[in-house]
């Protein structure tokens, strides 16, 4: 069965250090996701994007964040100056019709210092 | 915006058949209702969908009452390896997942 994979699984960085989290969603899917989830919180919506553009943030995503599909298969998410509060689970997601089931994969946990 | 509000916990034993509701207030025309499956240190998993009536598959049943304020997912038989956190997200027409706090169900031998 074809899955999300992310990498790192898990990062460590000091506080204003640029991180780049790294998907690879399912090859056939359309729409690409991210969210994270802080350590015993709800799981969280970052971003959508669809068609080589964003679709939708969240007022989480502020001008720190970006993400890019530099090629076919890669969905980053680059945060450029990491603050503390940015410590989480991030996962990314990704669907082939923007209605129905989402697959997200194992996640990367961002561990600012 | 949509806010989905579910009991924090629940405990059942091997066997039996569990079912976890969860409020939706605020739920637009064009939103889905929508189950989600999370494991510790795991990414959630897609469980079911519905927009009204019910809906069933292969492991659970979704129950939509016609006002669609609220939503109750169905686990028939349940197992230890149930044993997870269970989120109802909104799924918005845009794509966005709005979710809750979610319920950890207990699944006890």
């Known amino acids: 069965e074809p899955e999300v994979t992310q990498t790192p699984s898990h990062q460590v960085t000091q506080m204003g250090q640029e991180v780049i989290l790294r998907c690879v969603p399912i090859?056939?899917?359309?729409?690409f996701y991210w969210y994270r989830q802080i350590l015993g919180q709800k799981v969280e919506f970052l971003v959508s994007f669809y068609n080589n553009e964003i679709s939708e943030k969240s007022e989480i995503f502020d001008d720190q964040f970006s993400v890019e599909r530099p090629d076919g298969s890669n969905f980053t998410l680059k945060i450029r100056s990491t603050k503390l509060e940015d410590s989480a689970m991030y996962f990314c997601?990704?669907?082939?019709?923007?209605?129905?089931?989402?697959?997200f994969g194992p996640g990367t946990r961002l561990t600012v210092t | 915006l949509a806010k989905t509000t579910q009991p924090i916990s629940m405990d059942s034993y091997e066997g039996q058949e569990v079912n976890i509701t969860c409020s939706h207030n605020?739920?637009?025309?064009?939103?889905?209702i929508t189950w989600y499956q999370q494991f510790p240190s795991q990414g959630p998993r897609f469980i079911i969908q519905g927009y009204k009536t019910k809906v069933t598959n292969e492991v659970a049943s979704l129950f939509i009452p016609a006002d669609r304020k609220s939503s109750t997912l169905s686990l028939p038989r349940v197992s230890l390896s149930d044993t997870a956190v269970y989120y109802c997200p909104t799924l918005r027409d845009t794509g966005k997942l709005i979710f809750g706090q979610g319920t950890t169900l207990q699944v006890k031998p």
């Open positions: 997601a990704s669907g082939n019709t923007r209605a129905y089931e989402q697959y």
């Open positions: 090859s056939n899917h359309l729409y």
């Open positions: 605020n739920i637009a025309t064009n939103d889905y």
